[in-house]
């Protein structure tokens, strides 16, 4: 039999090991990155921003590239929402930004679609072109008005 001692070293370490690993994968699924690096801001504006929530990922063919830092409203009462991306990509000023949906219940994300001119957007600029996010409730209300005025 082993003494005390090494009984509780062994067991403080197993629960030291347990709680690093439990911290470790609340950091991952709550999407907070502590690792950031080199990036800027870009901004973007949208008349409806649905469930957007602050780090969502935003993504470009798929890939994570950075995720959103804030929503507020500008001065036209707008969405504007500001993203942190990695600071290495060339994404043109005719790129877009659009509000998409993972999966038919899933989390909203924004999807980058790099333009073709040769000039990058810079830290702080905005993106010209914006998609909002897709509504199915107004989707519902425009078939249950319809089929009504149809009678």
Do not use: C, H
Request: proline share 1%; hydrophobic share 45%.
């Amino acid at each position: 039999m082993q003494n005390n001692s090494t009984r509780d070293l062994i067991v403080g370490l197993f629960v030291l090991v347990g709680l690093a690993s439990l911290a470790y994968l609340s950091l991952q699924v709550g999407g907070l990155d502590l690792a950031k690096g080199n990036q800027i801001t870009l901004k973007a504006t949208f008349d409806n921003v649905g469930g957007l929530s602050v780090r969502a990922p935003v993504r470009v063919a798929g890939v994570k590239i950075g995720q959103v830092a804030s929503i507020g409203l500008d001065k036209d009462l707008r969405a504007a929402v500001s993203m942190e991306v990695q600071s290495g990509l060339a994404l043109s000023i005719d790129s877009s930004a659009a509000i998409r949906t993972s999966g038919l219940l899933g989390d909203q994300f924004i999807s980058v679609e790099v333009g073709a001119e040769d000039e990058n957007l810079k830290d702080g600029e905005q993106f010209t072109y914006t998609e909002s996010a897709f509504s199915i409730d107004k989707l519902i209300g425009r078939l249950v008005q319809d089929s009504g005025v149809s009678k």
